[in-house]
């Protein structure tokens, strides 16, 4: 579904962002993407989303090409972006009028627009919140707000780049409900992020070291590929699994959530 070529960015000043990309990603899939900072995970969201143009390589997506601008309004239809600081993604002063202007930029009618904007509320469980003024509204609140308006263009491909990293425990975890809903809708996510713990949340993991791919395993390949993520930050979740993996224990990853994950580390301890 998704086919990237060769892809290579440099920013105007420095080095490459991103250096000989190549990437398969398959419709409905659920793909994390880790890196340290600078590592290119930004720049590849701001390319695959056609926020920023690339002359050096390919991404496909279905038959949208990125790099032609005859598609652009195709490409803003199917392909939504949701950044780590809701505060920058939110303009107007009232929740509905927020979801509202990306809505009429793309035309669709009023009547549709009506629709989608209650459709893509109730998804992200803040449909009371309709006329509320986005002023009022928490951190969390306002991020599940910009997830909604990029909802409600019902695109085929969700990115979302550290979409949790400014959120409380409890905003994260309803971020998380409601990506695991949304993975059965079809849509495909690629999911940005910086806590280790997350990648847990897709089926694929992707691991970008300076500007490019290091490693891409699948959720069910984790335990083999732990000494990867040896670099990053190791808490909560996943030094678990890996202390279990050095005691021999092996934990079966393939349809485990992170919720689903605490649980059977629970039943294992007792
Ligand atoms: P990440 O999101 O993984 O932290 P980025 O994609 O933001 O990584 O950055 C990748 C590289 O590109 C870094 O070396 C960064 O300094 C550089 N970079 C990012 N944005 C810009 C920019 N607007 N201008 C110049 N260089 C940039
Ligand atoms: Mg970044």
Redesign the pocket.
């Known amino acids: 579904m998704i086919t990237i070529k060769n892809l290579n960015y440099k920013?105007?000043?420095?080095?490459f962002?991103?250096s000989d990309i190549n990437l398969e990603i398959k419709g409905n899939e659920f793909v994390t993407i880790i890196?340290?900072?600078?590592?290119?995970?930004?720049?590849?969201?701001?390319l695959l989303s056609g926020l920023v143009k690339f002359k050096n390589g390919e991404i496909k997506i279905d038959n949208l090409d990125l790099s032609n601008k005859k598609q652009e309004l195709d490409i803003r239809k199917n392909i939504a972006i949701v950044f780590q600081n809701p505060e920058n993604q939110i303009i107007f002063d009232k929740v509905y009028d927020d979801i509202a202007f990306g809505l009429k930029n793309l035309g669709f009618s009023k009547d549709e627009i009506e629709t989608r904007i209650d459709e893509s509320l109730k998804q992200v469980n803040m449909l009371e919140f309709k006329d509320s003024y986005t002023t009022e509204l928490s951190l969390g609140q306002k991020q599940r707000i910009a997830i909604a308006s990029s909802l409600a263009i019902n695109p085929k491909v969700l990115i979302l780049?550290?979409p949790t990293s400014m959120l409380d425990p409890s905003s994260k975890k309803q971020v998380y409900e409601i990506l695991k809903t949304l993975k059965e809708s079809g849509i495909t996510i690629i999911y940005?992020t910086n806590f280790i713990d997350e990648i847990l949340l897709g089926d694929r993991t992707i691991i970008?070291e300076n500007?490019k791919i290091k490693k891409d395993f699948y959720k069910k390949d984790l335990l083999s590929n732990l000494e990867y993520l040896k670099d990053f930050d190791f808490p909560g979740i996943v030094s678990l699994i890996s202390r279990l993996h050095s005691f021999g224990i092996n934990i079966e990853l393939e349809d485990l959530s992170i919720q689903e994950l605490t649980l059977k580390l629970g039943e294992l301890k007792k």
Not at 11 to 15: L, P
Not at 35 to 44: A, E, P, V
């Open positions: 920013y105007k000043t420095g080095e962002a991103l890196g340290k900072n600078g590592s290119g995970k930004s720049t590849f969201s701001k780049d550290e940005i970008f500007g």
